[in-house]
């Protein structure tokens, strides 16, 4: 049968606004960050905002982790270059990158980076902007106007004195037009205040898709999707007033493309054969640095995806750590907030520095809200270790009243995610011969008998203590 024109219009509307998702997916979690910037910290372009403490649940990007001081700003180079003066990394850690609006990043920064690890003072160019001498700064252009970058700073150790100077690091930071007396921008510490920098999956999404289209120059690469996102009534240098009725459709579709997205983070390369812990990144990601384009197509699907479950990837992936994630438990059933699960990490984790695994949720990729407790890792001389050295994590909506340090929170009724992340892995890892099983669910019965078990502290294994030096988010 035959649909009618009214019908075959709103079909055409809805896989128009689907596709549209998927390829502003990035954009659009840019702004999302860039909305917290201004509302949550109150902060202006100039501004940096840094975390004295390591992230909780309050910082709401996708999968950070908590084991870091975060520094998080944004600019705007329309009207010109902008400074970042970055200090030497004397004493702390500093890692991250220098990102584009479509979070494509143009340069490293710190030991790993341009200035590697000895400060110095990056230019950040619109397309096209000449200068007579760039004596004296790292210059790097710009294919947007908008940009921003999340850095690390990892204390040498969790005494004191090695956090201060972290902390002065953060603040050492700066950031500034290029002009003769440029305007001094704040230091905003943000610790236990919430930034709320989640892409919102509702027809909101489309309004922020508009603000980024009319706010951006238009890119050769970008110019058919520019052509349909007309038909949503999205259109550079021109309002976006949807009616009630495109707004109902636009609704359906984000909903759609979320569930995709939730979908495609399961289907990572398992990293053991059989497993369910899986390896993402790889691929076009890693080959193109990360801007999804190759000589031969734009692969909007992948980089959707990716963005979707992370931002602030850098420009060069080094070997100073391995993530794995798992969306299942080790039968292949999703995992789901209201049950327990308990993971044993065997013996001699191959790490040199340290391992943490760290819990996400699903719909959001990023902390659970109002969790009490988001990670465990090898830092913790107060867990609980089994004779034998292995660790019984446990997963669950309550903790286990004897092994409350050895759990992390899920919260009911939502779907979650582990990342195991392994910090200067070894060799053992690589060549498989120390594998992680997955996720065991268990029954609170189990997990009360599990945590009465007698633990072995074993303060000589030197894999499950903090190990000296640096090392990267």
């Known amino acids: 049968m035959a649909l009618k024109s009214s019908e075959l219009a709103e079909r055409t509307l809805r896989r128009r606004a689907v596709e549209a998702a998927i390829w502003g997916m990035p954009i659009v979690s840019f702004d999302a960050m860039r909305q917290a910037f201004f509302r949550d910290g109150r902060a202006r372009y100039n501004d940096i905002l840094y975390w004295s403490k390591p992230a909780d649940w309050r910082l709401q990007i996708t999968t950070p982790i908590a084991s870091s001081h975060y520094v998080y700003f944004n600019f705007n180079i329309k009207n010109g270059p902008v400074v970042l003066e970055v200090p030497a990394a004397g004493g702390a850690g500093l890692f991250g990158s220098l990102l584009d609006a479509w979070q494509v990043p143009q340069v490293d920064v710190g030991p790993g980076g341009a200035d590697l690890g000895k400060g110095g003072k990056y230019l950040l160019l619109p397309r096209g902007h000449k200068l007579e001498s760039l004596d004296g700064y790292i210059p790097v252009p710009f294919e947007t106007y908008n940009g921003y970058s999340v850095l690390r700073v990892v204390p040498a150790s969790s005494a004191d004195a090695d956090v201060a100077k972290a ?84 609704r359906e579709a984000i909903a759609e493309a979320h569930a995709g997205f939730m979908q495609a983070a399961a289907k990572g390369q398992s990293f053991w054969p059989g ?39 850098p420009r060069k992936l080094g070997v100073a750590m391995l993530s794995l994630w798992s969306m299942r438990d080790g039968s292949g059933a999703d995992l789901q907030g209201s049950s327990t699960y308990r993971l044993r990490v065997p013996p001699r984790v191959p790490v040199k520095q340290f391992w943490a695994v760290t819990v996400y949720d699903l719909q959001t990729a990023a902390f659970i809200r109002e969790s009490p407790r988001i990670e465990v890792n090898s830092h913790d001389q107060k867990m609980h270790r089994n004779r034998d050295g292995s660790i019984d994590v446990f997963f669950g909506p309550d903790p286990p009243a004897a092994k409350r340090v050895n759990w992390v929170y899920t919260a009911a009724g939502k779907r979650w995610f582990p990342a195991f992340r392994f910090y200067g892995p070894e060799p053992a890892l690589f060549d498989k011969t120390w594998q992680l099983p997955g996720l065991e669910p268990i029954t609170a019965a189990q997990a009360a008998v599990a945590a009465n078990n007698e633990p072995l502290v074993n303060h000589n294994d030197s894999r499950m203590l903090p190990a000296p030096g640096l090392f990267p988010p």
Not at 281 to 297: D, K, L
Request: glycine share 6%; with cysteine; aromatic share 10%.
């Open 275 to 313: 497993s369910h812990w899986i390896v993402w990144g790889t691929g076009v990601a890693v080959n193109t640095e990360f801007s999804f384009q190759t000589a031969e197509a734009l692969d909007i699907d992948e980089r959707g995806a990716v963005f979707f479950l992370r931002c602030a990837p």
């Open 167 to 250: 902390l002065d690091l953060m603040k050492k930071l700066r950031l500034y037009p290029l002009m003769a007396h440029p305007p001094q921008g704040r230091h905003i510490d943000m610790s236990g205040r919430l930034f709320d920098g989640i892409t919102a999956f509702d027809d909101s999404f489309y309004d922020s898709l508009a603000r980024m289209v009319n706010e951006e120059p238009v890119q050769a690469r970008d110019l058919v999707a520019l052509g349909q996102l007309r038909s949503l009534g999205i259109e550079k240098s021109k309002e976006f007033e949807p009616d009630a009725a495109t707004r109902e459709i636009l």
